[in-house]
């Protein structure tokens, strides 16, 4: 149950303000929280924030405060970095935040650093976020006059500054490592672990670090300012709070809509979406976290599945980033693998052999396979190098390019069987009907 | 033409070499001034970037040639990206970016005879609901479609067409007031 909570990350929304605007989020509660939490010791913000639930929103929802708890207090400096490269297929949430309420976001990285006593933090945007990194720039700036980031903040004697980085095209350097080596100045490919970001040796600059997505900073304002026990009552059990949810594809109103944990698919893409795009055909498929994570038969089971962390596990997927690519009857399942195994491919890094390798291959099987030119073989062939893909790669690029073989050929195997023929032998190219087919 | 010494950028070159503890931290804000100044990573850029940042002018050459957003050739005054990833695919950005190639009567990556438009296909741009979608100049061109509505090809392109004419009288009015 929600109470009269509808809203934490599109709090404007409630108050029908602009939060674009520094004076408005101040007036609406902005800072508060940064204003609590600077009265308490950083490790009861670190419990705060543990006790709240909140977990990680980039996809893998760790939870937050016991990262945060791994930096070592002892060691002089740290750091804290937001990963805003949002580069995943169907997933546009953080640009939301951060053109709709960008002052949380701050906000809440000004509370992550002190509680891990950080005293530089950086927003890494992808390149593509070009206009959206000058605008923070200027709220920065807009804060710094406020004496809301900078020196002395708020009189607290709690120093500490805000940069943007802005990427340059590159998905990989969403990966933690990735994007720590692309800070430091180097080609953005993962590193080897551990150590860890948050150890000594591992993190930026080899200082103990943080990383935490937009969306999950985003929410700690909220936190510190209402308490854990108020975010705690939102969502369900292992999934506390409220989520954004990106919808793309074939659906009637495609957006971000931000939900509790406890809402399911059918409350989300039916009642708010407005349902299929077109009265011809049905829903089909459903991919819930962007290209990566397994893709399923969008039934009425899958649809009467709450979207929490344990609940989407239960119908065999997870909720991830929350970023909800929807195909109707019209798609075939063969194609879609397809196009995110070029993206895959397109955006390995090249460092680790199973994932540059892999991608390659896996990317000409399937242009054969669509060609019409595959047969029976060429599935078993992409899903044995699917498998051979999946938890052996430098980092999770590998695992992520190999679902959508594996899942798309277990849930969706008659949709490969149209492209293949039992015989070994290739399915003629279908001809062009001709007119009056 | 170059960066360093260069008014129009010193405060920017200082801004971003004192964002960070390291100056090799810097060579990626760096490279997008220098492909500011010449249009593209070109030889001369490179080895600016590298002087400033205290690096290897060939470690420099490798996260240009590693990032897509660096171009390693010339580029149309326009540089044209659309999003055909999946999500945009599913509503009409695949056939969205062949139109807008026979519009311009350009192959995929190629630029216009009169040097104004560049188009590619681009990885997915974070603007799902706003397909089909595109990037110019690393500037959103994301009003092509109303996200309420059912998708509608035909008015998509037909927004499409007033921005080419609107960009190509802009062009012709800079290069008028150049002459």
Request: hydrophobic letters at 40%.
């Amino acid at each position: 149950m929600m109470g009269d909570v509808k809203h934490i990350l599109l709090r404007w929304k409630d108050v029908n303000a602009d939060f674009s605007k520094l004076e408005e989020y101040r007036k609406h509660g902005g800072f508060e929280g940064l204003k609590k939490a600077l009265a308490m010791t950083p490790a009861q913000v670190i419990d705060e924030v543990k006790n709240s639930g909140l977990r990680g929103r980039g996809g893998a929802g760790f939870p937050t405060g016991v990262k945060w708890s791994f930096i070592p207090q002892s060691e002089p400096v740290k750091y804290l970095v937001v990963n805003a490269d949002e580069s995943e297929t169907g997933t546009f949430k953080d640009r939301l935040i951060m053109e709709t309420n960008p002052y949380q976001l701050l906000e809440g990285v000004l509370i992550g650093a002190y509680a891990i006593g950080a005293k530089a933090t950086y927003v890494y945007l992808r390149g593509e976020f070009w206009d959206l990194g000058h605008f923070l720039d200027e709220c920065i700036e807009n804060m710094r006059k406020a004496n809301l980031v900078g020196d002395n903040i708020m009189g607290s004697g709690f120093s500490c500054d805000i940069f943007t980085h802005l990427g340059a095209g590159a998905y990989i350097c969403g990966e933690e490592t990735a994007l720590l080596n692309s800070l430091e100045g180097k080609l953005g490919q993962p590193r080897v672990r551990p150590p860890f970001p948050a150890n000594k040796g591992g993190g930026l600059y080899s200082e103990p670090t943080v990383v935490n997505n937009v969306e999950t900073i985003a929410n700690v304002p909220w936190i510190v300012w209402k308490g854990a026990g108020e975010y705690k009552a939102i969502g369900t059990e292992q999934s506390a709070g409220t989520k954004l949810y990106c919808v793309s594809g074939h659906v009637k109103r495609p957006g971000v809509y931000e939900l509790p944990f406890t809402a399911t698919f059918r409350e989300l893409l039916v009642d708010i979406c407005g349902g299929p795009l077109s009265d011809e055909y049905g829903f089909k498929a459903l991919l819930p976290s962007g290209g990566s994570g397994p893709i399923v038969a969008l039934n009425d089971q899958v649809l009467d599945t709450r979207m929490s962390y344990e609940d989407t596990a239960k119908v065999g997927t997870i909720i991830g980033s929350a970023s909800l690519i929807v195909m109707d009857e019209s798609v075939d399942v063969t194609w879609v693998a397809s196009k995110i195994t070029k993206f895959f491919k397109h955006e390995s890094c090249g460092k680790c052999t199973p994932c540059r390798e892999g991608t390659y291959w896996l990317d000409k099987v399937l242009d054969r396979i669509m060609a019409g030119e595959g047969n029976e073989n060429d599935v078993k062939l992409i899903e044995n190098v699917a498998k051979n893909m999946a938890g052996i790669t430098l980092c999770a690029l590998g695992e992520f390019a190999a679902n959508p073989i594996i899942y798309t050929i277990k849930n969706f195997p008659d949709d490969f069987k149209k492209h293949a023929k039992k015989d070994g032998k290739a399915v003629a190219k279908q001809p062009v009907a001709a007119a009056g087919d | 033409m170059a960066i360093i010494g260069n008014k129009k950028y010193q405060e920017r070159i200082s801004a971003h070499l004192a964002k960070y503890p390291d100056k090799r931290s810097a060579v990626m804000p760096l490279l997008y001034i220098a492909q500011e100044e010449y249009g593209w990573i070109n030889a001369e850029g490179v080895l600016e970037v590298a002087q400033l940042c205290d690096m290897d002018p060939t470690q420099v050459r490798s996260i240009s040639g590693f990032y897509t957003m660096y171009s390693e050739k010339t580029k149309g005054k326009y540089w044209l990206q659309v999003c055909n990833d999946l999500a945009c695919a599913l509503r009409g950005a695949d056939e969205f970016h062949h139109w807008l190639k026979e519009e311009l009567d350009v192959e995929e990556g190629g630029t216009t005879a009169d040097g104004l438009f560049t188009v590619e296909h681009v990885m997915c741009l974070a603007a799902c609901d706003k397909a089909p979608m595109l990037q110019c100049n690393f500037h959103f061109v994301d009003d092509l479609v109303d996200p309420n509505e059912t998708p509608d090809l035909e008015k998509a392109k037909a927004k499409m067409r007033e921005k080419l004419d609107k960009w190509r009288k802009e062009a012709t009015e800079y290069a008028n007031r150049k002459s």
